[in-house]
C-alpha cells in the first residue's frame, strides 16, 4: 500500500478591506481626501547577504536521529556562518558538506505565491528553535508544502523515535498556524496619513498603519503598536520640536506646521524594517542532486510611504485698518461713511500674510479668515479732536456700524450716519476675534484697535451764520423810497456828514463882528 502524503487543510482566504476610522465634518472630508494622497510601498526584502555567496553546510542543526540506521536524520542542518536551513527536497542527497550559494528565492523556486508565504512563514518562526522535535516538526512540514517524495509523513516522523508522534502532531499545528489567522502572508504594506481631526486644535495629526494580506483574512490593518517605524517630516515638526521620531503603528503624533505663509506643505515619510511578513525568503542551491534549502531567520521585509499635503498654517495673523471718513467737512443732517482698508501687519511669531481655512464644500480649496470691523461714528464735540490711543470716557456715539469681510484683505465700506448738528465727529474701529467662529479660523485672529482722533477719520460741522433781516416794507412806503433807493440814500448821507466834519477843521476861522465904540484894532506893542 503507497502511504498518502500529509494534506495540509485549505482555508479559503478572505477578501479584506482596509480598516478606515470614520471621519466627520469637513475636517473629517478633509482627512478623507488626504489618506487618498497616501503612497503605499510592497514589501521589500533585503537578503541579508549578498547574491552568490557560497557558505558550506558543515553537520546537523537541531533534530533527530533514526536509531534504527544511526543515520537517517530529520531536523535542521547548520551552515558555516551559524544558520539553520531545512530541507526543500525530500529524496535528494543531504546538505552536509556542499558549498551552498544564497540568492532571494523570488524568481529562482517554482513556489505558488501562497506556498512561498507558508515556506517563508516557517524559515522565520521556527528559526531560533533550539528543541529537537519543534525542529523535526518544522521540517517535516516544510517537506508537506514542496512534497514528500511518494513516502508518508509517518515514515520521516518516524525518525524521531520515540517522539514520533508527538512531531506528527505539532507538524500538523505548524501547518495550522501557518493558514490561520495572524500566520502565513502575501505581503506587507504601509501607509501614511495626515489629518486635522480636531476642529478646535488646529493642529495636524500623522498616522503611519500598517497592512498584511494574510492568507486566512486578507488584507488586515495591525493593531495599533504591533510595530515600530521611523517617520520623518519635512514643513512640520513634533510636539518636541523634532522633525523625525520612533512611531508606532495606528499611533497618532500631533504635528504643527512651520513656516509663516497661510498655506504651506508638510509632507510625511514613514519606513517599517524587519518586518515578519510577507512570501520572501532566502534559498540555497548547492547542485542539481543535492537538497535545496530553506534558509531561517527573522523578517526582514520593510513597510514604507509617504503623503504630501496642502494645508493652512495654525499660526496666528494681525489685521489692521487703515480708515478715512468720506467727508472731512460738513453740513448739519449730512450723510457719511467710513472707507476701510485691510491688510495684515507683519510680526514676530504671525503670519506674513491673511489666514485661510479649508472650505466646508471642498476641504482642498482655501478661504481668507473671514473678520467683522465694528465702526462706530462719535461726537459732536466742542473742540477740536486730539489724537489718543485710547477713546475718552462717556464719548458720545452717534451710530454703531459692522462690516463683514469675508475676501480678506482689500477695501471696503460702511454704511452712512447723519451727523445731528456743528462739532466735530470722529470715526473709531475695532475687530474682536471672537466674532469669527472657530472653525473658520476664529482662533487665528490677533485683536486689533483704531487710534481715537486719527486725522482722516474727523469731520466738522461748522455752525450755521446767522443772515441780517431785511428791512420792513410797510416803512418804505411811507418814505416813498424803494428798499434800494433809501439803502442808498442813507449812505449818501452819511458820506456828506463826514465830509462835513473833516472841512470844519480845514477852514480858516473868522472873526465875530466887533461892538459899537470899540477900538477897530490893537497895535502890536499896545500894552493893554
Not at 7 to 30: D, F, K, N, S, V
Not at 199 to 219: I, K, M, N, Y
Amino acid at each position: 500500500m503507497t502511504p498518502t502524503p500529509l494534506t495540509r487543510p485549505r482555508r479559503p482566504a478572505p477578501t479584506g478591506t482596509r480598516i478606515t476610522e470614520p471621519r466627520r465634518g469637513w475636517l473629517g472630508r478633509l482627512s478623507e481626501i488626504a489618506a487618498g494622497l497616501c503612497l503605499t510601498a510592497g514589501i521589500v526584502l533585503s537578503s541579508g547577504a549578498p547574491a552568490a555567496q557560497a557558505v558550506v553546510a558543515t553537520g546537523h542543526g537541531i533534530g533527530h536521529t533514526w536509531a534504527v540506521d544511526g543515520a537517517s536524520w530529520i531536523g535542521s542542518y547548520q551552515l558555516a556562518d551559524g544558520t539553520m536551513v531545512f530541507c526543500l527536497q525530500a529524496g535528494k542527497s543531504a546538505p552536509v558538506g556542499h558549498d551552498y550559494e544564497i540568492h532571494d528565492a523570488r524568481g529562482l523556486a517554482s513556489y505558488s505565491n501562497d506556498d512561498a508565504a507558508l515556506l517563508a512563514f516557517i524559515s522565520r518562526t521556527w528559526a531560533d528553535t533550539t528543541d529537537a522535535t519543534a525542529a523535526a516538526a518544522a521540517q517535516l512540514a516544510t517537506w508537506s508544502i514542496t512534497g514528500l517524495n511518494g513516502r508518508s509523513p509517518e515514515v520521516y516522523a518516524a525518525r524521531a523515535n520515540g517522539s514520533s508522534g508527538t512531531v506528527l502532531n505539532q507538524t500538523a499545528a505548524v501547518l495550522d498556524a501557518a493558514i490561520g489567522a495572524g500566520g502565513a502572508s502575501r505581503s506587507v504594506t504601509a501607509a501614511v496619513q495626515l489629518t486635522m481631526p480636531d476642529e478646535a486644535s488646529g493642529q495636524l495629526t500623522v498616522t503611519a498603519d500598517l497592512e498584511v494580506d494574510f492568507l486566512a483574512t486578507g488584507p488586515t490593518v495591525l493593531a495599533a503598536g504591533s510595530h515600530t517605524g521611523m517617520l520623518e517630516l519635512t514643513g512640520a515638526v513634533f510636539a518636541d520640536g523634532s522633525s523625525r521620531m520612533a512611531v508606532g503603528n495606528a499611533v497618532s503624533s500631533s504635528v504643527t506646521a512651520t513656516g509663516t505663509s497661510p498655506i504651506g506643505e508638510v509632507s510625511a515619510t514613514v519606513l517599517f524594517e524587519d518586518l515578519p511578513y510577507g512570501s520572501d525568503f532566502r534559498i540555497g542551491q548547492a547542485g542539481p542532486d543535492v537538497q535545496k534549502v530553506l534558509l531561517t531567520g527573522p523578517g526582514s521585509a520593510t513597510g514604507s510611504a509617504a503623503v504630501s499635503v496642502t494645508v493652512p498654517s495654525d499660526l496666528p495673523f494681525q489685521p489692521q485698518v487703515v480708515t478715512a471718513t468720506s467727508a472731512s467737512t460738513a453740513e448739519s443732517g449730512a450723510m457719511i461713511s467710513d472707507e476701510l482698508i485691510l491688510s495684515t501687519r507683519a510680526g514676530a511669531g504671525v503670519l506674513d500674510d491673511w489666514g485661510v481655512y479649508p472650505s466646508a464644500d471642498d476641504p482642498l480649496t482655501m478661504l481668507p479668515v473671514p473678520v467683522t470691523v465694528e465702526s462706530t461714528l462719535l461726537g459732536p464735540f466742542t473742540e477740536p479732536i486730539v489724537l489718543s490711543p485710547e477713546i475718552p470716557e462717556n464719548s458720545p456715539v452717534v451710530c454703531a456700524l459692522e462690516v463683514v469681510a469675508e475676501g480678506g484683505p482689500g477695501t471696503y465700506r460702511t454704511g452712512e450716519c447723519a451727523l445731528p448738528g456743528p462739532g466735530y465727529y470722529v470715526w473709531v474701529e475695532r475687530i474682536v476675534p471672537s466674532r469669527t467662529p472657530v472653525q473658520a479660523g476664529g482662533d487665528r485672529i490677533l485683536p486689533w484697535q483704531s487710534d481715537f482722533g486719527t486725522a482722516s477719520e474727523i469731520t466738522f460741522v461748522a455752525t450755521p451764520v446767522v443772515p441780517v433781516a431785511p428791512a420792513d416794507p410797510a416803512m418804505l412806503a411811507e418814505t416813498g423810497l424803494s428798499e434800494s433807493g433809501m439803502i442808498g440814500g442813507s449812505l449818501l448821507g452819511a458820506l456828506l456828514l463826514v465830509a462835513g466834519v473833516l472841512c470844519r477843521g480845514w477852514l480858516p476861522r473868522i472873526p465875530a463882528p466887533r461892538a459899537s465904540g470899540a477900538p477897530a484894532h490893537l497895535h502890536r506893542h499896545d500894552r493893554v
